[in-house]
């Protein structure tokens, strides 16, 4: 039977890098087995289901390169198979209405409280009778359904991720409740989460479902639904959470989650999804660490992936992040640095196309996001800057004045300069001046950007020489020190 798989994101909220992680998975076994990814959308908590949401988390998949073969399928289009399965539960006999009150449910659990229980539903309207039941609806109480669980019976399934998972019946609070009680004449309202999921799963002939351990006790809930409903239960594989740096699942509350905070920080969805993977699953030679979706949807199975969840690494991640950015062709690189320059207020659409890819090849080694360039460029799209301290200090030491002076006047004579015409002004300079040709590029930079350290200095020097800036900026350095 051909690989079934699927991602099933709730849309009450943005695509969160969890979800996505549980994604990349659901991605990667499809593709090593050249099976079905499919999407659907859990939408049916109507109060905080946004259609907002679903593109975003649409949008998030298709950035990252998580094509999905089938859906999107909505929930809430699907209600009536929802019901439907609802029906055969309270037919055989597997489920059945309770009519407890809100306030009897408290006092319940408060009662469980005071004597040291576990909360949970007591199972206390399995077996109404008739007439019990008769006399509830007279009162105007609208039932739930709960669908019996086994207090006695141990689910085990063999996990294909965390091997065997055993949970105790006793454990799962009670009869659980499937659909909510009518709003109307019917006889039981909307069904709920784990009915729908399993309803679709078999439905949709999900083989493997892959996702994040939080689900297990869910699982449990769901193989006793699939027994239920005579269906075949699907291989489960619960993927280990991400934590933050206190160990914690990672959440809204650890600030930056959501996939699109991560692209406007400046990551590109290639090193993202890199990491993603790299969190939780290890490359058969485990010194590869950059790698493509394809390379390691060719080697990936669930046996390799972690048991234990793993920390967030910020550094690890940027590390990533360089590693494309230090080997994307410039012209690429330069398509996805204009947006973030424009957004600067930097005025790229007057420079021409060649000057910028020459910027950006002269930078793209010291970026490790893509909004590093910002700080990196500033100097060639601003008139003025700020000379840092060390490079105050160099500027006024002796002999600098004289450097500075002998180099605009080479500067003056050549107007626009060539590499070759860089290279002999420095040695001309060095030799005039007695000085070391170190002290000379170490002026050079700091007068012309207000640095001692940064990109290669000949092409800093080529291209602010390109756009009429380097005389301009030796003089203002000249009268600086002079000042
Ligand atoms: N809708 C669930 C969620 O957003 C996922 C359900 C599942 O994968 O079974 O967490």
Redo the contacts with the bound molecule.
Sequence with gaps: MSVRV?????PTGNLHIG?AR?AVFNWLYAHHHQGTFVLRI?DTDAARSRLEYTENIKSGLEWLGLNWDEGPFFQTQRLDKYQQAVQTLLDKDLAYPCYCTPEELEEMRETQKAMGKAPGYDNRHRHLSIEEKQAFEAQGRKPVIRFKIDGDRTIIWQDAIRDSVSWQGSDLGGDMVIARAAESDEPYGQAL?NLA?VVDDIDMQITH?I??ED?IA?TAKQILLYEALDAEIPIFAHSPLILNQEGKKLSKRDGVTSIDDFRKMGFLPEALVNYMILLGWTFPDSTKEIFTLEEAAAEFDLDRVNKAGAKFDWDKLDWINSQYLHQMPADQLTDLLIPYWQEAGYTVDKMDRGWLESLTALTAPTLNRLTDVIKETSVFFSDSFEYSDEAMDLLQQEGVTAIVTEIIQGVSNAGSISQEDTQALIKQVTKSQKVKKGLVMRSLRASLTGELHGPDLTQTWLLLNQLGADKTRLQQTLAKIAG
């Design positions: 699927r991602i099933a994101p709730s979800t549980t859990e989460y999921v479902v996702r994040g689900h869910n």
